[in-house]
């Protein structure tokens, strides 16, 4: 964790809120429903956008949304992360504000925070999932660790994991999760940090920010997600300098292609036993009874 680590002003909302409804015979029946909330983000009282959210990790999504569109480059550039529910916003102060009270992108700055936010683009990601235009750019001074291998054995131990593990998902539906795992020592397969949200996008930058602020290197994890694997996913799988991403679900050609040109081993269809492995074949190590011939 950095020395200057940001003073964090939190407070999660209920993730699941009971309502009624009426089933095939008729019934009333007392029922699950997953949170959304308006959050709008401040940086140095700059408006930058509004993201509907679960609610449960609100100053890490913040924080990974500021990481992973590449709006601030390090954690030491943060003061302070404040979240309202009251107003519905959540409030990054730089430490060149408060310190100097100068705003981050004041005189120069200001020109170059303008021209990324205007070369956004909305993806296909739901909720508010957005990619930078130089974030392509980016891509290839994205180095990930040349040795990392993942085995069948502890993808499998992945699965099983996530499946049993207690989510939001089981009792109300309606939300995307995401699971940051060990691929190293006694540790490997264990998950390290579990994010569910109405977006998959939010989920992914809520775990970002965590890694973000605490300093986790990416090097020898494993992240999975609940959602399909597009180009953004691919993206910020790479920014986190994670080289192994997996899904139960399946995945776009832009997002299979991104995978190729960062190396990154990316596995599809997760299910039970069931796999199907796109990208990065050479980071992954069958199981003796199912070796490649």
């Not at 913040?62 to 404040?82: E, F, K, P, T």
């Not at 205007?118 to 392509?136: A, N």
């Not at 020898?220 to 080289?243: H, N, W």
């Amino acid at each position: 964790m950095s020395s200057k680590t940001p003073i964090l002003v939190d407070e999660a909302r209920p993730s699941t809120f009971e309502v009624d409804a009426i089933n095939e015979r008729g019934e009333t029946v007392a029922t699950p429903i997953a949170g959304e909330h308006a959050l709008t983000l401040y940086l140095d009282k700059r408006e930058l956008l509004t993201l509907m959210t679960l609610g449960a990790a609100p100053a890490h999504l913040a924080l990974g949304y500021l990481r992973n569109q590449r709006i601030l480059r390090s954690i030491d550039d943060i003061a302070s992360v404040q979240v309202d529910w009251e107003t519905g916003s959540v409030a990054v102060t730089s430490r060149s504000l408060a310190e100097h009270g100068t705003a981050i992108w004041d005189a120069a700055g200001r020109e170059a925070l303008d021209e990324r936010l205007e070369r956004r683009t909305v993806t296909t990601g739901c909720g508010q999932g957005t990619v930078f235009g130089d974030l392509m750019d980016e891509l290839d001074r994205i180095v990930l660790p040349g040795g990392a291998r993942l085995t069948e054995e502890t993808l499998y131990e992945v699965m099983d994991r996530v499946r049993r593990h207690e989510s939001i998902y089981k009792v109300a539906g309606a939300v995307h999760g995401c699971a940051l795992c060990s691929n190293a020592g006694p540790e490997r397969g264990d998950i390290l940090r579990f994010v569910e949200d109405v977006g998959r996008h939010n989920a992914v930058d809520a775990i970002a920010g965590w890694m973000w602020l605490e300093g986790v290197d990416g090097g020898d994890k494993i992240f999975y997600t609940t959602g399909r694997l597009t180009s953004e996913m691919v993206i910020k799988c790479a920014q986190m300098g994670i080289p192994f991403l997996l899904s139960r679900s399946g995945l776009t050609q832009m997002g299979w292609d991104i995978a190729r040109r960062v190396g990154i081993t990316m596995i599809g269809r997760c299910q039970g036993k069931h796999y199907l492995l796109f990208t990065g074949r050479e980071r992954f190590v069958r199981l003796p009874t199912t070796a490649f011939a």
